[in-house]
């Protein structure tokens, strides 16, 4: 099997699902780990967050929140399109 | 950053392969692969499950499920698994899966007794609704849709994933996450195919695996991405997750397992991108909003009728059957009911047109009661899949308060949007794998479970039916021999899976699933006939013949996402030849030939049953009976289960 150089580079897509808070990370890729899609990319950095190489894969599940240890560090934001409406009740 | 270029964090083990044995192969680690594969260890089988993302929160229950259905032998329940599955047959007109349907009633309680056991939640043991007209509170167990007979669950299911992961670790099964299984492998013994386990890939590094197996479980979800796609954001393309795209089908329908009911589509109805919002994100009165108070622009309280259409006059009503009813099905499959089945419903949308109800109507929780609007908010959405995050926490970011707010629906009704008649998903129990009580395919030694079975439905299914397949895999496989492989084939499937690292300036993967997605549009959308699918399957062998080739990709992630597509182009080819083969229309499966016009003839009413045989489609006509009584025949099969849950 002939010899091949691997590369990657951000594909972006025209909404940013995931939002870190560089303050709070920690970098320890659990995140990254635990993502399904595998879109993101552990940080060769030692306490940088990862990179979101694929966002536009991401499916919006919400499993790299719930594996953060750092409440706030990691923020996932629906596109713009999807984001539901809500209105103060009304009475009749 | 756009163009900004990384180091690839992983090793580069493109060309190592790497050989591993075990009794039992599970393809997939959802929840039907992570029970397949602790049944099969239980029996003392050794284990290997091969997992594509990363099994702790992967697969369409990765970050919970909220209701597990038919759990018709909890000690609440008012039915028998019998009325349950029989009710589900008929309801779906006999193309539904009677045996997995059976096995759902009969044993998804004991699953989520071993899920407990493991460290799940699945009562109300901090006593949060106590009282509450759902809550059993001797048990602590909670129910959903119909509060008379009690066998749908509330449950916490955002507490499984990571639970089953640890009882596989206990029990000593190998987990191999950031793996994928691309191909099974088939040996021919005394003239009959016989499976001797599958071929996969490292998605990190590349290694290329050959697994072997004296039986092998298939386990890894239904096909996706067929008609829908959308290249910006194709995380978002469908109602399953991104990676659950029918590989399983794709490299069964290789190796020549047998399928049925592929040419049953609906009309979409969830998630696609831009097509609609976040599943459960919307305001609306199914499945997890069940029972919602809806309103319209004005504020005028839309009414609930039972299946007379008598008025509910209170909302507790809404969770009881009519006057006469034995029980009700309400929920995943179950969209709009026989008579017999047909639970509480607002009042259909026409008539409340003509009534003079305006659009947008809302689902107004701040009218009902506290413990019915805390439980929709805050545990059904928080503990179903892709509601934790994305809609419990982001909405309460965004200052939702159900008990001041109201949230909007789309589109007509309760839909989250409008779909056209060619933007198709599989929903709403679609093809899959035929099998036998076994849940064995057409091939000895592999079996199928969850989501890749024909028919097939939500969690509580997946977790039963995993179970049952892996159980009866290791059985198999404590009577079998590890039977050797084709060196050839294993060579062959790592050319293929390498080939595309070596194309300079080909085609993306994404190009080639929206020119997939656009074909089955135009050639086997809402209105089908033979000279139509014909020109379709032609351009899907094209694709084959002349764009496969020239797919290029550059590092092992992305050579998944193309492996992937080539899975979608040989589903979208099953699917046409499923359209063929079936030379009339049909309602139950929502399909329509403008050749063949006359719904349902006798002569049809049965599984068109196809496999492949050195490249020919071969046909097999099935009954749809095929399955016989559920109880007599699950019985027959499961007495050393039956005597030791006894002892339990």
């Given amino acids: 099997m002939k010899p091949v150089e691997f590369q990657v580079t951000m594909t972006p897509c025209s909404s940013q699902p995931i939002l870190y808070d560089e303050a709070k990370c920690i970098g320890c890729n659990r995140c990254a780990a635990v993502c399904q899609c595998d879109i993101l990319l552990p940080s060769a950095e030692t306490g940088k967050h990862p990179v979101v190489m694929y966002p536009g894969e991401c499916y919006y599940c919400g499993a790299c929140v719930m594996a953060c240890p750092v409440e706030g560090a990691i923020r996932l934001s629906h596109p713009l399109r999807n984001r539901a409406k809500f209105v103060p009740v009304r009475s009749n | ?648």
């Fill in chain 2, 1 to 648: 950053m756009n163009d900004q270029t990384f180091h690839w964090p992983y090793a580069n083990e493109v060309g190592m392969e790497e050989i591993k044995s075990c009794d039992v192969l599970v393809l997939g680690g959802g929840l039907a692969g992570c029970f397949a594969a602790i049944a099969a260890a239980r029996k003392g089988q050794s284990v290997i499950l091969v997992e594509k993302g990363a099994t702790e929160r992967s697969g369409s229950a990765g970050t919970g499920f909220d209701h597990w259905e038919s759990a018709c032998t909890n000690p609440c329940s008012q039915v028998t698994p019998e009325e349950i599955a029989e009710a589900y047959v008929n309801e779906q007109d006999w193309y539904s899966n009677g045996i997995a349907h059976y096995i759902e009633c009969r044993e998804g309680y004991d699953r989520m007794l071993d899920l407990e056991s493991f460290g799940g939640k699945i009562r109300d043991t901090d006593d949060e609704f106590a009282g509450a007209a759902f809550r059993d509170d001797k048990t602590k167990l909670m129910f959903a849709y119909d509060y008379k007979n009690k066998f749908t669950l509330r449950v916490w299911g955002s507490t499984f994933k990571p639970a089953l992961v640890r009882e596989m670790k206990r029990l000593g099964v190998t987990v191999l996450d950031r793996t994928e299984a691309t191909a099974l492998l088939t040996a021919v013994v005394d003239g009959k195919k016989h499976g001797v386990g599958a071929c996969g890939m490292d998605v990190h590094t590349g290694k290329f695996y050959v697994f072997r197996a004296k039986s092998t479980v298939l386990a890894m979800s239904r096909p996706a991405r067929v008609w829908l796609f959308d290249a910006d954001q194709p995380g978002l393309c469908e109602f399953r997750p991104f990676q659950s795209i029918g590989s399983g089908h794709a490299m069964g329908w290789k190796a020549g397992v047998e399928f049925t009911m592929m040419e049953k589509s609906v009309r979409a109805e969830y998630s696609a991108a831009g097509r609609s919002f976040p599943a459960y994100g919307t305001g609306n009165n199914h499945n997890t909003w069940y029972a919602a108070t809806m309103v319209d622009a004005r504020g005028v309280e839309i009414p609930y009728v039972d299946r007379d259409g008598r008025e509910l006059k209170t909302v507790l009503e809404r969770y009881l059957p009519a006057e006469g009813q034995k029980f009700f099905l309400k929920g995943g499959v179950i969209d709009n009911p026989k008579y017999e089945y047909r639970g509480p419903e607002t009042l259909d949308f026409d008539e409340l047109v003509r009534r003079g109800y305006q659009l947008p109507f809302y689902a107004d929780l701040s009218r009902m009661p506290d413990e019915e609007r805390r439980v929709i908010w805050g545990m059904m959405v928080g503990e179903e899949g892709k509601t934790k995050i994305p809609i419990l926490q982001n909405y309460s970011e965004r200052g939702f308060d159900p008990s001041r707010h109201m949230l909007q629906s789309y589109g007509t009704g309760w839909q989250s949007a409008n779909f056209l008649e060619q933007e198709r998903q599989f929903f709403g129990a679609p093809g899959g794998i035929l099998h036998d009580w076994d849940l064995k395919t057409n091939i000895d030694g592999i079996y199928a479970c969850g989501d890749q079975l024909y028919a097939s439905d939500c969690a509580g299914f997946a977790c039963a039916t995993g179970y049952y397949a892996g159980r009866k895999a290791a059985d198999a496989a404590a009577a079998g021999q590890l039977l050797d492989y084709d060196r050839e084939d294993a060579r062959r499937e790592m050319e293929r899976l390498y080939a595309p690292l070596y194309v300079e300036q080909g085609t993306g993967w994404k190009e080639l699933n929206q020119a997939i997605a656009k074909a089955m549009q135009n050639y086997c959308g809402g209105m089908r006939c033979e000279a139509l699918l014909k020109e379709g399957l032609d351009l899907l062998e094209s694709y084959e013949k002349e764009i496969v080739p020239t797919l290029c990709c550059r590092n092992p992630h992305e050579l998944m996402r193309t492996h992937e597509v080539q899975d979608i182009l040989t589903v979208a080819k099953l699917v046409i030849h499923a359209s063929l083969h079936r030379t009339s229309s049909s309602a139950p499966l929502f399909f329509r030939r403008s050749d063949y016009p006359q719904p349902d003839p006798e002569c049809d009413r049965c599984h068109i049953a196809l496999h492949q045989e050195n490249g020919q489609v071969i046909e097999r006509r099935v009954p749809l009976n095929f399955f016989g009584n559920l109880k007599e025949e699950y019985e027959k099969r499961n007495q050393n289960y039956i005597r030791e849950e006894a002892a339990l």
